[in-house]
Structure formats: structure tokens, C-alpha cells
């Protein structure tokens, strides 16, 4: 069963660091490229950044909101994809999903994990 | 930035309805289009990947057309698990930006 599964989120004070982690399973994740993607309480959603794969170097991109202050990366070795959150604000209070980028003809997320709160206030 | 506009933000209807949502970006994205399904409490769900191709397990009610700036999802007969909040993104260019959202609630 191809699957994602998040964890790592909580309450963290403003200007404090978190780091969130995401476990795939049952698909060769080193292949992909991975996302993230977040939802504020009762917003929509918003496209957080994405990793590439080796093959691309891993390069990274970001969502203007989050650029120099979260960092996307991954280890291949463990199947796993984090997002490093530093200088955390308010407005970064929200659910966080990872998915599976699935590119050439397709470009789009088409596995999804379950997400974990993030919940930043003092 | 490519912005995403929804139309409409919300609507109601009921079982069996014919129901069409649709999308409008900012600048011409080609095919570059997928849409998304919420229920409450869920992830997204990936329905339609470049405009207007079904994602495998997606029941054939769903549709979606368009290219350049302008989409549709259609869903024909709407059944009870159809009630969600759908959502359009673009995958042309980065950030790869949502639609706000259009919620369609039952009738």
C-alpha cells in the first residue's frame, strides 16, 4: 500500500524552530519528487515547496510566505522527507500535509498523507 | 505569482444534480491543471491531473476541461459522498498555487 504518514507537529512558541517529518511507504520514494502543503484552521490550502529527487540534484523550491525561514529536505535512505520551520509566526498555525509529486505527463500530488498540527502561540 | 480564481466560492445542491465548478488563472497555463477533493477532517485528494484526465479510482462522474485559462470540473449526478470542497491547482510554474476553494454543500 502506497502511503505517507506525517508526525513531529505540536505547539511551539513564535520565533521558535520545529521540525516535521513524513515516512513513505510502498512506492520507491527516491524516484519522486515530494511536496508540502499546509491549511490554515478552516483556509484553504497553500503549497508549501518541493524537493526534487537525485536526479535533479535535489533542488528545492518555496512558497514567497515560507522562503529563508523553511528549509525541505529529505533522506532517501530512510524514505523520509522533512520541513525544517525556523523563526516560526503565527500565521504558520495550520495542518501540514506531504505528497508525492508525480511529474512528466502527470504533474500533480497524487498520494497525500493523513498531515500533522502545527500549532504556533505563546 | 499565477493566482487562481474559483468560481463559486460555495454552493448547494442536491443528489442527482448536475454540478460544474470553475477555475480561472491569471495567465495561460496550458494543460497545466489539477483538481483536488476535501472532505471534513481529510487530505486532498487528487481527481483530475492535467485538466481533464481522470486519476485512476475516480469514479467517471467527474470530468474536467479547459486549457489556457480557463477550466471546469463537472460532476454529473452528484451522490452523497460528492459533498466536499474541491480545489484547482496549477502545476505550469512555481509556487504551484491553489483556487480558494469552492464548497459544495447539500441542498
Known amino acids: 500500500e502506497v502511503r505517507l504518514v506525517e508526525s513531529g507537529g505540536g505547539l511551539v512558541q513564535p520565533g521558535r524552530s520545529l521540525r516535521i517529518s513524513c515516512v513513505a511507504s510502498?512506492?520507491?520514494?527516491?524516484?519522486?519528487?515530494m511536496d508540502w502543503v499546509r491549511q490554515a484552521p478552516g483556509k484553504g490550502l497553500e503549497w508549501v515547496g518541493r524537493?526534487?529527487?537525485?536526479?535533479?540534484?535535489?533542488?528545492?523550491e518555496y512558497a514567497a510566505s515560507v522562503k529563508g525561514r523553511f528549509t525541505i529536505s529529505r533522506d532517501d535512505s530512510e524514505n523520509s522527507l522533512y520541513l525544517h520551520m525556523n523563526s516560526l509566526q503565527t500565521e504558520d498555525t495550520a495542518f501540514y500535509y506531504c505528497?508525492?509529486?508525480?511529474?512528466?505527463?502527470?504533474?500533480?500530488?497524487?498520494?497525500w498523507g493523513k498531515g500533522t498540527t502545527v500549532t504556533v502561540s505563546s | 505569482d499565477i493566482q487562481m480564481t474559483q468560481s463559486p466560492s460555495s454552493l448547494s445542491a442536491s443528489v442527482g444534480d448536475r454540478v460544474t465548478i470553475t477555475c480561472r488563472a491569471s495567465?495561460?497555463?496550458?494543460?497545466?491543471l489539477n483538481w483536488y477533493q476535501q472532505r471534513p477532517g481529510t487530505a486532498p485528494k487528487l481527481l483530475i491531473y492535467?485538466?481533464?484526465n481522470l486519476q485512476s479510482e475516480v469514479p467517471s462522474r467527474f470530468s474536467g476541461s479547459g486549457s489556457g485559462t480557463d477550466f471546469t470540473l463537472t460532476i454529473i449526478s452528484l451522490q452523497p459522498e460528492d459533498f466536499a470542497t474541491y480545489y484547482c491547482?496549477?502545476?505550469?510554474?512555481?509556487?504551484?498555487?491553489f483556487g480558494q476553494g469552492t464548497k459544495v454543500e447539500i441542498k
Open positions: 505528497a508525492r509529486y508525480s511529474g512528466s505527463t502527470r504533474r500533480s500530488m497524487d498520494v
Open positions: 510502498g512506492f520507491t520514494f527516491s524516484d519522486h519528487y
Open positions: 524537493i526534487r529527487n537525485r536526479a535533479n540534484s535535489y533542488t528545492t
Open positions: 495567465q495561460s497555463i496550458s494543460t497545466y
Open positions: 492535467t485538466a481533464s
Open positions: 491547482q496549477q502545476s505550469y510554474s512555481s509556487p504551484r498555487t
